[in-house]
């Protein structure tokens, strides 16, 4: 069986023929494809031996198709021009939703309330929002751009801190009274505990209160930020959380931070993307908006 039975021609030859037939140059379907004259010349002429027939007659200055050449380019541009109206399809789909995953306090308390001002902004792009309380290593394929904490170091991705990770006690009012009108950091050991156990012991060891875990005393870690100060509202105890995630609450006196004591895990909230789409339009314009927003907090 024939090579020509077995398979199409190759791609590079066949682009230069369709740009060839569409100009009727070989000097202009050698600028549009950024290639010399020479090779067009040559691809086509793979083409034509390939075949086994001429497809353009070469005369002064300029290349004029035969019969065959013109049947075949007719077919052939068709052909590119649904390549290229598929790819302009997929490529106006990709560029028009932007798929961003986050934390949830983090997207809920922060992100969520600023992301009008982005769609106002950029109506033409809309935004998918998903939210991850483990982010998967390294960054999924289905989403455009991650907001994680870390220390902003991952191989393959580019990476933009937005703002430190911080935390101190949260409660509500309720509990808050129960612990007095001028509370020491001690008398926390006196109420229900929410959060991370090594928040807890690092703000504790910081405020200068030892040996705060009394044996088999329960403590209330509910791996999410906006749950544990849900339980806190609802005057189920003291958490550990970050001021800036629930300035609202705190502003309308549904949340009390009963000191001024805030401590840092070292690690701080990042937008990331891999760094072979940083020259995507919707993502850069994400990231400067996003960037600006941190910026003015």
Known sequence: MSDLAIGLPPLSA????????????????????????????????????????????????????????????????????????????????????????????????????????????????????????????????????????????????????????????LCGPNVFRHLGRQPRPADLLSVERIGRPEWWDRWFAAAGVAAWGAPGEALLDLGVQQFEVTAALAGNGVTMGSPVFFRRELSEGLLIQPFDLVLTDGQAHWLTYPTRRRNSRKIRLFRDWLLREAREG
């Open 14 to 169: 066949v682009r230069a023929f369709e740009a060839a037939a569409r100009h009727g140059s070989f000097t202009r379907a050698a600028a549009e494809l950024g290639m010399t004259q020479a090779a067009v010349s040559y691809q086509i002429k793979l083409l034509e031996e390939r075949l086994g027939m001429p497809l353009f007659q070469r005369q002064a200055r300029r290349v004029v198709l035969t019969e065959m050449g013109e049947r075949l380019g007719v077919s052939v541009t068709d052909a590119f021009d649904g390549l290229r109206g598929a790819f302009a399809a997929v490529t106006e789909t990709a560029e028009g939703v932007l798929s961003v995953q986050a934390l949830p306090t983090f997207t809920s308390n922060w992100l969520v309330p600023r992301l009008g001002r982005f769609q106002c902004a950029n109506p033409g792009l809309a935004v998918r929002l998903v939210t991850q309380i483990r982010m998967k290593e390294p960054q999924p394929d289905d989403c455009d751009v991650v907001i994680r904490s870390g220390n902003g170091d991952w191989p393959g991705l580019e990476a933009h801190r937005l703002m430190i990770c911080d935390f101190t006690p």
